[in-house]
Nanobody, 119 residues
Framework: VQLQAFGGGLVQAGGSLRLSCAAS????????MGWFRQAPGKERELAAA????????YYADSVKGRFTISRDNAQNTVYLQMDRLKPEDTAVYYC?????????????WGQGTLVTVSS
């Protein structure tokens, strides 16, 4: 399984970015997908997740109302739309896939994409 994330970069506070993650492998629609992030000196946290069908989502309190996760099962891709970005959103963002079909335990992570929000 390979997960390749795109879309990171430098943005001013209040701006927007859209991350994409393309997944290899079969049966993409059977796996939960998530976006984790790790800021300098902090532990990795789950920022957002979406169920295999897309009908259920999770957001960390710190991003709720500003980030939107979505998926396109036909394109094996998951997205993270990030709006009203804050300097504290600066982190390396990793997409992740469930380790087993219909499981909420993550088993695979991509290489990460850096998001930097300037004040």
């Amino acid at each position: 399984v390979q997960l390749q994330a795109f879309g990171g970069g430098l943005v001013q506070a209040g701006g927007s970015l859209r991350l994409s993650c393309a997944a290899s492998g079969r049966s993409f629609s059977s796996y939960v997908m998530g976006w984790f992030r790790q800021a300098p000196g902090k532990e990795r946290e789950l920022a957002a997740a979406i169920s295999w069908s897309g009908d259920s989502t999770y957001y960390a309190d710190s991003v709720k109302g500003r980030f939107t996760i979505s998926r396109d099962n036909a394109q094996n891709t998951v997205y993270l739309q990030m709006d009203r970005l804050k300097p504290e959103d600066t982190a390396v963002y990793y997409c992740a896939r469930g380790g087993s079909a219909y499981s909420y335990e993550y088993g695979y992570w991509g290489q990460g994409t850096l998001v930097t929000v300037s004040s």
